[in-house]
């Protein structure tokens, strides 16, 4: 397995590792699967904007996929501009297989060597594995939200994890 940059033509494969748990479960909260359009959007802006969007590539198959982006709008409030807020999604069949320590150890480099401080995770509190996950590779949790998000009519709770990339760095 190799993590590399997405293009174009793994934008199904994403979008396919996206939808996979929107109709059942609280991983996202939407219960509308992406469009190919909605997905092919989202990837011009990441591109637009720099960020990158990484997939694990098992011999041409995208197992995994993930990418960062502006925390809390940086562009309107530029305070944030350090921070950046990510997204991972693997395959099912690949969980504990280390796909996903692959990639977000990928992100962190390049979020790094975009000049990122900070890396945030926002995760449903349900999803006690991410949150485990995330554990292990050095996120911290730092705050709980109770009810902030509704999905199958009941209330969702979400966690905010982040990881300090350059502690004691100078802006």
Do not use: C
């Amino acid at each position: 397995m190799i993590v590399r940059d997405a293009g174009v033509s793994d934008l199904d494969a994403i979008r396919g590792l996206y939808n996979a748990l929107v109709l059942t479960t609280t991983t996202a909260w939407t219960e509308t699967e992406q469009t190919a359009d909605e997905r092919a959007a989202w990837f011009a802006r990441q591109s637009q904007q720099g960020y990158p969007v990484l997939v694990a590539d098992d011999g041409g198959d995208v197992v995994g996929f993930a990418a960062y982006g502006d925390f809390r709008g940086a562009g309107k409030w530029p305070g944030y501009r350090y921070t950046v807020e990510h997204t991972i999604h693997v395959r099912e069949d690949q969980w504990g297989r280390g796909v996903g320590r692959r990639l977000l150890a990928e992100l962190t480099t390049r979020a790094l060597a975009n000049g990122v401080h900070v890396m945030v995770g926002a995760i449903d509190s349900a999803n006690t594995a991410s949150i485990a996950f995330h554990e292990r590779l050095g996120f911290v949790e730092v705050a709980r939200m109770p009810e902030v998000g509704r999905k199958f009519g009941t209330w969702l709770d979400l966690v905010l994890m982040q990881r300090v990339l350059d502690p004691g760095a100078e802006r």
